[in-house]
């Protein structure tokens, strides 16, 4: 009897067989050998370090995959993978990438954020980190969730925003008037300088440097840890620290990914976010002083000058608060109950 060759599978079982294994891994029971594969976690941000942000993400990626003893790979891309904030974001929401931040553009992408950049309403660091470390971060927390299926690893920020430009310095809010000041294209920046008494004119950050030589803009605003890396002081000389706004921003993990970690990976992740937390906030705190903006600035050209802030902080509750009362009234509530 000729015997029967041996002809390959056909192609419908092998996909069978293919199925059947991926059900197997859903359900958990794959073979030993499959479980000790590390998990992937990818992060990205729209800059490298030495960026602030940048920085703690490196850290987090790092730490997460040492102390996860092999479990997890965690990679961090600044700068490489994607390089709009809008499009992190949109990544984490749909899983193909685990983690991400909006950096300064929280408030577009989660507009629950923006109650943050209301001016004066957030009076200090330690206010802010009350706060987001508190009831009302951990309320935004359970929305981000319920609302944009990710979850918060922390929340950090790029510091209190200052006034740049090229004209004089700003002593009081008399000295706005006539300023044509770039903001963000949102509106509770427009608001918060029209409200101060400049000429608020929304700008993509591309076209700022270009505004300013040409005149289009007088100047714009920034926190301290900005100016040098985004170059404003070539287009500047005075640099008021008015403190207007506090730029509060958070970073996200996708939903999903984070419902199929162990509660032992979830702790370490939650557990690693705060350092890196308080190292970022540790980073943008220190240099927000009049000597590190004198040491950094003036050695550049700039004059840097720290005014009565009461006069400001008056006309902003007079002239912006009313509205984003409004909008945010039981955030609002919570937010002022916390003494600065």
Do not use: C
Not at 117 to 141: C, F, H, M, R, T
Not at 179 to 191: A, G, M, N, W
Not at 257 to 270: G, H, R, V, Y
């Amino acid at each position: 009897m000729i015997p029967r060759p041996i002809l390959p599978a056909p192609r419908r079982s092998v996909l069978k067989v293919a199925g059947g294994l991926a059900g197997i891994l859903a359900l958990g029971r794959a073979p030993a050998f499959a479980q000790t594969q590390p998990k992937k976690l990818i992060i990205a941000h729209i800059v490298p370090p030495p960026e602030s942000g940048a920085v703690a993400l490196k850290y987090f990626a790092e730490q997460v995959t040492e102390r996860s003893k092999g479990a997890l790979d965690v990679e961090f891309h600044g700068g490489t993978l994607l390089t709009k904030e809008i499009d992190i974001l949109n990544a984490v929401k749909s899983g193909n990438i685990a983690m991400g931040t909006p950096s300064g553009a929280a408030a577009t992408i989660f507009p629950e954020m923006g109650v943050f950049l209301v001016p004066y309403l957030i009076g200090s660091y330690a206010q802010a980190y009350k706060i987001l470390n508190g009831k009302v971060g951990d309320s935004l927390d359970k929305t981000f969730q319920e609302k944009y299926g990710v979850k918060v690893i922390y929340y950090f920020d790029y510091g209190f925003r200052h006034f740049w430009n090229s004209k004089h310095a700003i002593n009081t809010p008399h000295d706005l008037r006539g300023l044509k000041i770039r903001t963000q294209p949102s509106k509770v920046f427009t608001d918060t300088v029209n409200g101060l008494g400049a000429v608020a004119v929304p700008l993509g950050w591309n076209e700022v440097i270009t505004a300013a030589q040409q005149g289009v803009i007088d100047g714009a605003d920034l926190p301290v840890v900005n100016m040098v890396p985004l170059k404003a002081y070539e287009v500047s000389k005075y640099y008021s620290m008015t403190g207007h706004n506090y730029g509060s921003t958070v970073v996200a993990f996708n939903l999903g990914i984070w419902n199929s970690l162990t509660p032992d990976q979830q702790k370490l992740l939650l557990d690693v976010g705060r350092e890196a937390q308080d190292k970022v906030r540790g980073i943008t705190e220190s240099i927000d002083s009049e000597k590190s903006a004198k040491e950094l600035l003036e050695q550049r050209g700039m004059t840097v000058n720290v005014p009565d802030r009461e006069p400001f902080r008056k006309l902003a509750r007079e002239k912006v608060w009313p509205t984003y009362q409004k909008q945010y009234a039981d955030l609002w509530e919570q937010i002022t109950a916390v003494s600065a």
